[in-house]
């Protein structure tokens, strides 16, 4: 009947469109199925405090750490930080952003480190905060900033050991979870090394929770005061910093260095000595975090973890006459190691990628979300800041990605070009006796007896260019701008060097380009120094020169 045929076409209607509907909802169906299933990756970020890149620090330092990750992961041959101090460069970690972005200046409150800038720039855009809106558990253990006054946690972590103020070894106050804990001298109860990696581990090793984790552990290893463990305290007792071969060691008063370079005094007695022990107290001290790193190796699943070692900047031993100090654009303190290692990492090798401090915190994320982490709160829109830095799994897929990059400095204190030395200036200085390290080894000097180490001036502040020919070939020297550092000072000094001819950085060659070079230099970093995303930054830093740059 009639009738009937509506109710059998109606049938097969609905069953077609039953058909369809299960057709297309039946990716959604799988989402919903495994998507319970998926365990995005945990993370590992280990930070070091001013530790270069040289062979003789990785090789005395951490080799467990060098050894695992040549193994199992990847070393990047070039890999730099994008301002060289303390504060400002774990501001670019945490949040993947270049100085200029982010806004800490220096290491002090009234500039950046920590406070109302650090609040609204750097907290709610840190990678805590980031991976908390991907489902994660934070935790982050030992030095935050230079400044941080243990009041509160900050947002974007879950799990909180925070040192109060700059690095410390013993004699420190930290905030723990909201509770403020003063330790003293005793290494059992009181080395920071050790209580960094006990709160890391335990909240590594949690099961109470489903979601998967990043640990950030931050040793104040090694900045002065180099405080090392009792049982490795007469470690390396002979050893001398092999920079004191370099050409530049000691090397004072070079016209083509800015003024807070080339005033430096030569070391005396006391100076050369102090930098010689200083570079043995650091190995010593390394010591605690380079086996320490074999206790989490065993406590987590570490080939299913990601894991990023690094230093917030890089370590002179006497060149250009700077004693145990960075703050300078020249390669020792602007290179750091860098290793990573997981899943998404190549094992085993070495990589000639470009990578920078900025860069931590997109691998973080895009590790995360590789690994199939989504956004639980919040969305993309809600950061005030975007990623100058890109991930390293995309510089290792592209080595030619970057080529060059910003390094910026604002340098703190008085002081103006001038010939006199900086005490006359009434710049800040720093005490050096035998009474500046209170673990063993002592300073070695008489009682009574001490130099002068002048800390930073104001006109120390620059923005450079750093161009890296990373493509194993070799170039003429009528190509000198493939591998380059340009530096603008703002006194009004220049300088630039080509480092295929001049890797250690000692004839600037400023005063030899045509006044069209010069021009087109001050122009790049005019453009990058205003630069706010990757591909914003990296589209002017990989642009090539718009004139003839022959000699």
């Not at 991907?134 to 230079?146: I, Q």
């Not at 006054?149 to 420190?172: A, F, I, M, T």
């Not at 031993?317 to 750091?336: A, C, H, I, N, S």
């Amino acid at each position: 009947s009639y009738k009937s045929r509506i109710t059998k076409s109606g049938v097969i209607f609905h069953a077609q469109l039953a058909t369809s509907l299960l057709f297309e909802m039946f990716p959604l169906l799988l989402v919903a199925i495994f998507l319970p299933l998926i365990t995005p990756q945990n993370i590992l970020i280990i930070l070091l405090d001013d530790v270069d890149d040289i062979k003789e620090t990785r090789e005395k330092g951490f080799p467990n750490i060098t050894d695992y990750f040549t193994a199992n992961g990847v070393m990047f041959n070039n890999a730099f930080v994008t301002t060289p101090i303390c504060c400002p460069s774990r501001a670019s970690i945490y949040t993947g952003t270049y100085q200029h972005n982010h806004r800490t200046l220096d290491n002090t409150v009234v500039n950046g480190c920590d406070g109302p800038n650090w609040d609204y720039k750097v907290a709610p855009n840190s990678l805590g905060k980031r991976l908390q809106d991907l489902g994660y558990r934070t935790g982050m253990y030992g030095k935050y900033s230079n400044n941080y006054n243990g009041k509160k946690v900050p947002v974007g972590w879950d799990d909180w050991l925070g040192l109060e103020g700059n690095s410390q070894y013993y004699n420190y106050t930290v905030n723990r979870n909201g509770n403020r804990e003063k330790h003293g001298l005793d290494y059992k109860k009181d080395y920071l090394p050790n209580l960094i990696f006990d709160a890391g581990i335990s909240f590594m090793t949690d099961k109470s929770s489903k979601k998967p984790w990043c640990a950030f552990l931050s040793f104040p290893t090694a900045h002065e005061t180099f405080d090392a463990a009792p049982q490795h305290q007469k470690l390396f007792q002979e050893s001398t910093p092999p920079n004191i071969k370099y050409p530049t060691f000691n090397k004072t008063g070079n016209p083509g260095k800015h003024w807070y370079t080339r005033s430096r005094p030569p070391l005396n007695e006391y100076s050369a000595l102090y930098n010689r022990q200083g570079w043995v107290r650091r190995l010593q001290a390394l010591q605690s975090v380079n086996e320490g790193f074999l206790r989490i190796l065993d406590k987590i699943d570490h080939k299913n973890t990601t894991i990023i070692f690094t230093s917030d900047n890089g370590f002179y031993f006497g060149e250009w006459g700077m004693v145990l100090d960075k703050r300078q654009p020249y390669e020792v303190t602007v290179r750091v190691p860098m290793f990573a290692s997981g899943p998404h990492f190549p094992k085993g090798g070495t990589a000639d990628s470009v990578v920078l401090n900025i860069d931590v915190a997109p691998t973080a994320i895009d590790v995360a979300k590789k690994s199939g982490a989504m956004m639980v709160k919040g969305k993309v829109e809600d950061y005030n800041l975007q990623f100058d830095g890109a991930s390293m799994l995309s510089l290792l897929d592209s080595p030619q990605a970057r080529n060059s990059f910003l390094v910026e400095y604002h340098g703190m204190g008085n002081g103006v070009d001038s010939s006199d030395g900086c005490a006359h200036l009434n710049m800040r200085c720093w005490y050096k006796d035998n009474t500046v390290w209170y673990t063993q080894p002592k300073f070695n000097i008489p009682d009574g007896k001490k130099f002068c180490f002048c800390v930073d001036s104001r006109n120390n502040t620059y923005t450079c260019e750093r161009r890296v020919n990373n493509i194993q070939q070799s170039f003429s020297d009528s190509d000198p701008f493939t591998n380059f550092l340009y530096c603008s000072f703002s006194s009004g000094f220049n300088e630039y060097y080509n480092l295929h001819k001049d890797p250690w950085q000692e004839k600037n060659m400023w005063g030899t380009l045509s006044e069209d070079i010069k021009f087109e230099l001050r122009s790049r970093i005019g453009r990058i120094r205003e630069c706010r995303g990757f591909e914003e930054c990296n589209q002017l830093e990989k642009s090539s020169f718009g004139i003839d740059t022959r000699f």
